[in-house]
């Protein structure tokens, strides 16, 4: 792997690149597994430790029936635990187009002649904002290519008018990024905007590939982006997101990339990852690429349960890129956030003509075509529970302070009721009436599971406030 020092404060430790080829290989090809190993890692896991890179290892080696039925049942049960029933809903918001890199995979591409480029004006922002925020959305993810018309101050300046932007009772309370790795004066630019996490994923762990696949500009430079989320951190902003596009190369080695920079993030400064992202490729011809590394449903299902097991309480990110069918297993698996009425169309929110599809304003393509509004009552038919909660991050629950909250206790008394009251302004405010039939009945089941008679009581009361008006109540 190179490495350039002149890049680098070569006496920053955090800085130097934490991946060891040979290492994850090594490890992957010496680890046997049987059902009772297994059966002693999930043990381990269900008592919300995190998981070596051996033991993790484990668990991806393992093949039989047996074992696979234990990884699935344990990580089921370990999002149970700490989970509970609730999904946290989001979506995303294409800012713009315009891109250096080459990435072979994205239809953004420079080299890409027929996209179409185009970036969002400040009026284009606020109407998309509106029309989303009309369906009911409060977290959103903006994203950018990267270039430099999308620099700190131009991502900052976006988040802070997606803040400001209102629409009857609608407010995004939460805006997340990806976008091109900064240095630590942009992180710290970008965070003083009031952003959530700062996602960036390292695409593929493994050097030789990305390097493949990254061939010009910025993005080929693998240490940058490696110690992204490390200046990220030096800069002070601790709410960080990982991951990796599965299809590129060996899955395993991917898991095993994803589980080494979490327990990076963690050791060297105490917080783990946010959340982790695994999209797959979906369309290999149409990207390009070769279909060597393609994730099989089989495989994909049982990554998801690995990293629920491997990391207890990072967040677990699936797309639209996802059809229904797999969508619904992976959130039995360990998936806790999903997104909602997707469009990856620049523009497409706020569009009522042209509901033509124009792939060329597309980064790639989504097979969940649902409203928010759909999965809304799917969700709530199969009771889960969806959350729009943001309450963690606004009143300073972040980074080291949300790891010490996040102990026993922490769900039953801010995650639940945080979710119950944001599911009730969504009934209120946008559901059809047969959502919401169901949905109250959904809210007055949780809340009889509620055992703090406090919280009981609170819960109540803010219920009655949000059916007089009020919104944005939160523990
Ligand atoms: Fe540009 Fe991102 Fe697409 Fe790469 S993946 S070409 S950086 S938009
Ligand atoms: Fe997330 Fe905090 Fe809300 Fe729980 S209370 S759902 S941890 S923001």
Not at 5 to 15: A, E, G, L, V
Not at 280 to 306: C, G, H, T, W
Not at 337 to 358: H, P, V
């Amino acid at each position: 792997m190179k490495f350039s020092p002149q890049r680098y404060k070569i006496s920053d430790r955090s800085m130097v690149p934490f991946i060891d080829v040979d290492e994850i290989w090594d490890i992957l090809q010496n680890t046997q597994s049987t059902p009772e190993s297994v059966n002693h890692i999930i043990e381990k896991s269900l008592r919300k430790n995190r998981l070596s890179l051996e033991e993790t290892a484990i668990l991806i080696s393992a093949n039989d029936e047996e074992s696979i039925r234990l990884i699935k049942e344990g990580a089921s049960q370990l999002k149970q635990a700490i989970y509970g029933n609730r999904i946290v809903l989001f979506a995303p918001l294409y800012i713009g187009s315009l891109c250096k890199n080459n990435c072979l995979y994205c239809g953004f591409r420079a080299s890409n002649k027929e996209a179409i480029r185009l970036t969002l004006s400040d009026k284009d922002i606020e109407n998309e904002v509106k029309a989303l925020e009309d369906t009911g959305q409060k977290r959103l993810i903006l994203v950018y290519g990267e270039h430099p018309k999308y620099n700190a101050e131009y991502i900052a300046h976006t988040a802070r008018l997606v803040y400001a932007t209102k629409y009857k009772n609608g407010e995004i309370r939460r805006v997340n990024i990806n976008a091109a790795p900064l240095d630590v004066l942009g992180f710290r630019t970008v965070k003083e905007a009031g952003i959530g996490t700062y996602q960036i994923f390292q695409e593929t762990y493994h050097p030789e590939t990305y390097k493949t696949y990254h061939p010009s500009e910025r993005k080929a430079d693998y240490a940058y982006r490696l110690t992204a989320l490390d200046r990220a951190q030096e800069a002070g902003l601790d709410d960080v997101g990982i991951g990796a596009l599965f299809g590129l190369y060996d899955w395993r080695f991917e898991v095993m990339g994803l589980v080494r920079h979490a327990n990076h993030l963690e050791a060297c400064y105490n917080v783990g990852p946010h959340t982790i992202s695994f999209p797959r490729i979906q369309s290999f011809s149409e990207a390009n690429i070769s279909d060597k590394y393609k994730v099989s449903d089989e495989d994909f299902v049982k990554l998801i349960a690995i990293l629920r097991l491997a990391v207890p309480y990072t967040g677990l990110i699936l797309t639209a890129r996802e059809p229904e069918a797999i969508r619904d297993e992976a959130l039995k698996y360990g998936v806790s956030q999903i997104d909602g009425g997707t469009k990856l169309e620049l523009g497409a929110y706020s569009e009522t003509k042209n509901e033509t599809q124009n792939l060329n304003r597309e980064q790639f393509q989504i097979n969940d075509n649902r409203s928010l509004g759909e999965i809304m009552d799917e969700l709530i038919e199969k009771q889960y529970l969806p959350s729009f909660c943001t309450a963690c991050y606004r009143k300073g629950r972040t980074g080291e302070h949300f790891m010490e909250f996040s102990t026993h206790g922490f769900i039953k008394k801010f995650c639940t009721p945080n979710a119950i009251l944001t599911l009730a302004e969504y009934l209120e405010d946008y559901a059809n009436e047969a959502t919401a039939e169901k949905g109250w009945t959904l809210i007055m089941h949780e809340i009889e599971k509620i055992e703090d008679e406090k919280i009981l009581l609170q819960t109540l009361e803010k219920i009655a406030q949000i059916k007089l008006g009020e919104r944005d109540l939160q523990f």
